[in-house]
């Protein structure tokens, strides 16, 4: 363990909530990392509340709880948060129910749906959600295009160019839109997800504890940890994922705790 912030170090048993990444951090391709389940058991001995936060707007809840239940982990509906549902409950909130036309899957457009917003195909929508689509086509980018060259409201639930696959990388919602962008020569209004500090103060808000009672835990710098930062609270980055030590030194994005993985941090806790 390498720790930046001694004081945060010292914090962590002042911790009433932990905010948890999900790929490279808890797991990997459907596989535990080393630690994790001991991690949550300690949490639950010691009655700390935490969460999973992901940029994947892929996936719906049940899929997550389903992947858990096969680890033996079991967790509610109300510890899961992804970026594509926080941005259907950020609309609503700021913008009331809309007109929508959504660049995304099926489970996607019924959980805008579940939020009161009206899934448009072809009458004229007040705003364009973008998403991780792994049903993408051409008609999709065309209309979603014109549609924001028009100047309807862009929205990205996730800023990720790419997700990590067993292949490679293949092409998250940032690259998505990122066709979008330069067709309609438009940039996003809104790039929801981490590192945008917004899903961390919604979290934050359901449980009812204090910035300084919160700390995320997560694999990538300009992702989770930057999202700590941008939120004020404490910062744990695992080195199970996506960074390496090597990418801290040339970063100026830094975390208050490196760890070698979620299991390190039991005693401290
Ligand atoms: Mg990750």
Not at 36 to 65: C, P, R
Not at 130 to 145: C, G, H, N, P, R
Not at 157 to 170: Q, R
Not at 215 to 231: E, F, H, K, Q
């Amino acid at each position: 363990m390498i720790v930046l912030n001694e004081s945060a170090l010292k914090n962590l048993k002042n911790i009433k909530l932990f905010v948890l990444d999900i790929d490279g951090t808890f797991s990997l391709s459907g596989t535990l990392l080393p630690g994790s389940k001991e991690f949550i058991t300690t949490l639950n001995n010691k009655n700390k509340h935490f969460a999973f936060l992901t940029n994947n707007s892929n996936k719906s809840i049940k899929e997550y709880i389903q992947e858990f239940k096969n680890y033996n982990i079991y967790i509610s509906e109300n510890q899961i948060f992804t970026a594509g549902i926080e941005t259907a409950e950020y609309i609503l909130k700021k913008f009331g129910k809309r007109k929508i036309f959504i660049v995304g899957t099926k489970a996607i457009k019924e959980i805008f749906s579940k939020y009161g917003h009206e899934i448009v195909e072809n009458e004229d929508p007040e705003i364009v959600v973008i998403t991780f689509d792994k049903s993408l086509t051409y008609e999709k980018l065309a209309k979603a295009s014109v549609l924001v060259s028009k100047g309807k409201l862009f929205v990205l639930t996730n800023p990720d160019l790419n997700c990590p696959s067993k292949d490679g990388p293949i092409p998250d919602t940032g690259a998505i839109a990122s066709v979008i962008e330069k067709t309609a020569n438009k940039n996003p209004d809104i790039v929801f997800g981490k590192p945008d500090p917004l899903i961390l103060e919604m979290i934050i808000e359901k449980f009812n504890v204090k910035k300084e009672e919160t700390c995320v835990i997560g694999d990538r710098l300009y992702t989770d940890i930057l999202l700590g930062i941008r939120a004020e609270v404490s910062t744990i980055l695992v080195l199970t994922g996506e960074a390496k030590e090597e990418n801290i030194k040339t970063s100026n994005i830094k975390p208050d705790i490196i760890a070698n993985n979620l299991g390190e941090l039991i005693n401290y806790i």
